[in-house]
T-cell receptor, first 117, second 116 residues
Framework: AQKITQTQPGMFVQEKEAVTLDCTYD???????LFWYKQPSSGEMIFLIY??????QNATEGRYSLNFQKARKSANLVISASQLGDSAMYFC??????????????FGTGTLLAVQP | EADIYQTPRYLVIGTGKKITLECSQT?????MYWYQQDPGMELHLIHY???????EKGDLSSESTVSRIRTEHFPLTLESARPSHTSQYLC???????????????FGEGSRLTVL
């Protein structure tokens, strides 16, 4: 069965510093997609970044980058130059592609990031 | 910016009442989803739909029901609310997955339900 593991319940980072949020996954599918979402205290889920299992390069979106290590089954999110507005819950998620006509995502338990001034 | 809307944002209701959480999207997406999330916890899929007249149960068992009569509308109903139904309910939609695309889910702002 597919599973997403986020082992950091909470993280602190100083403003303007970089932070890495860990995510490991388990799947037997050869093709899959990995996502990171941000959930502020207001509750909405904001899509940040996507990595396909066959993508050769690590995904980047502005200050967000995904450190994808396929052999280790890890997909860590790196936020550079942290801002106070980055304080939120961060979820790693996975979607299977084979038989995945539904685009269903399974989510990890999340990491609560607090950016300190 | 995603065009998916949920109402109500907040609902406090007594035990035994029937409630419907509304979800509408204007993106023409075929696929829609309902996730349930307890405070500080992960999201669990409770219902999804491939398209009109298609609904399926998700990975987490739920006493709620859904319908998909129109592409843009995917309401969730609880016939008799109980305190155990207290949670946040997030609606999402996605486009058909094409090669090379992520197929990310676009979420509404959520409906926070409290059953007394």
């Amino acid at each position: 069965a597919q599973k997403i593991t986020q082992t950091q319940p909470g993280m602190f980072v100083q403003e303007k510093e970089a932070v890495t949020l860990d995510c490991t996954y388990d799947t037997s599918d050869p093709s899959y997609g990995l996502f990171w979402y941000k959930q502020p205290s207001s509750g909405e889920m904001i899509f940040l970044i996507y990595q396909g299992s066959y993508d050769q390069q690590n995904a980047t979106e502005g200050r967000y980058s995904l450190n994808f290590q396929k052999a280790r089954k890890s997909a860590n999110l790196v936020i550079s130059a942290s801002q106070l507005g980055d304080s939120a819950m961060y979820f790693c998620a996975m979607r299977e592609v084979y038989g995945g006509a539904t685009n269903k995502l399974i989510f990890g338990t999340g990491t609560l990031l607090a950016v300190q001034p | 910016e995603a065009d998916i809307y949920q109402t109500p944002r907040y609902l406090v209701i007594g035990t035994g009442k029937k409630i419907t959480l509304e979800c509408s999207q204007t993106m023409g997406h075929d696929k829609m989803y309902w996730y349930q999330q307890d405070p500080g916890m992960e999201l669990h899929l409770i219902h999804y739909s491939y398209g009109v007249n298609s609904t399926e149960k998700g990975d987490l068992s739920s006493e709620s029901t859904v319908s998909r009569i129109r592409t843009e509308h995917f309401p969730l109903t609880l016939e008799s609310a109980r305190p155990s139904h207290t949670s946040q309910y997030l609606c999402a939609s996605s486009a058909i997955l094409l090669a090379g695309e992520g197929g990310e889910l676009f979420f509404g702002e959520g409906s926070r339900l409290t059953v007394l």
